[in-house]
């Protein structure tokens, strides 16, 4: 089976400072990971993926995300948030050896950057 | 290169009435994924299709059902609306290369 967790309901960050959101899986096998962004009563954006290759993937808007597969983890980052990035982020997972097209998403991260 | 499009964008219905919404996918994706978002929640998988037919299904009821079309497009029907069937319905389309592009959303509200 294939699971997401991101642990933090809520991230805090003031404007120009670094940011991270963070996110964990479960996957028997090699794992296909996605990070989207959701604004108000829109739909979801892609923002990366890492499905093989370099742990550091770099995505849209400056974002990027580090994979790290001893702690299971893919957690998003920004080396200096901007109030726009003010968002709810989903990490989602896919099990390449599940047998499944689909992909599972976490409950979301609410981003809140402050001037 | 126009995206994802879905159709209404918001819809109120009564409890035990029955909605379709629609769907258009990204240019040359030939997968449609419907998504169920509660307020608050994640998107919570509800079919996939593929060339037509439904090719994977999550843990919604037998009154969740759906239409892909030969032009890719794909409708989702829900038929005896319950209350707890107002959220977000989701479109994705997607391709070989895996992530998803999803369209605005219907706001389905149910009285």
């Known amino acids: 089976a294939q699971s997401v967790a991101q642990p933090e309901d809520q991230v805090n960050v003031a404007e120009g400072n670094p940011l991270t959101v963070k996110c964990t899986y479960s996957?028997?096998?090699?794992?296909?990971l996605f990070w989207y962004v959701q604004y108000p009563n829109r739909g979801l954006q892609f923002l990366l993926k890492?499905?093989?290759?370099?742990?550091l993937v770099k995505g849209s808007y400056g974002f990027e995300a580090e994979f790290n597969k001893s702690q299971t983890s893919f957690h998003l980052k920004k080396p200096s948030a901007l109030v726009s990035d003010s968002a709810l982020y989903f990490c989602?997972?896919?099990?390449?050896?599940?047998?499944?097209?689909?992909?599972?998403f976490g409950r979301g991260t609410s981003l809140i950057v402050h001037p | 290169d126009a995206g994802v499009t879905q159709s209404p964008t918001h819809l109120i219905k009564t409890r035990g009435q029955q909605v379709t919404l629609r769907c258009s996918p990204k240019?040359?994706?030939?997968?449609v994924s419907w998504y169920q978002q509660a307020l608050g929640q994640g998107p919570q998988f509800i079919f996939q299709?593929?060339?037509?037919?439904?090719?994977q299904r999550g843990n919604f009821p037998d009154r969740f059902s759906g239409h892909q079309f030969p032009n890719y497009s794909s409708e989702l029907n829900v038929n005896a609306l319950l209350l707890g069937d107002s959220a977000l319905y989701l479109c994705?389309?997607?391709?070989?290369?895996?992530?998803?592009?999803f369209g605005e959303g219907s706001r389905l509200t149910v009285l």
């Open positions: 994705a389309s997607s391709w070989v290369t895996g992530e998803l592009f």
């Open positions: 996957v028997s096998g090699n794992p296909y």
């Open positions: 890492y499905i093989t290759g370099d742990n």
């Open positions: 989602a997972v896919r099990d390449e050896a599940g047998g499944s097209y689909i992909p599972t």
């Open positions: 240019s040359g994706h030939d997968t």
């Open positions: 299709y593929y060339e037509e037919e439904e090719r």
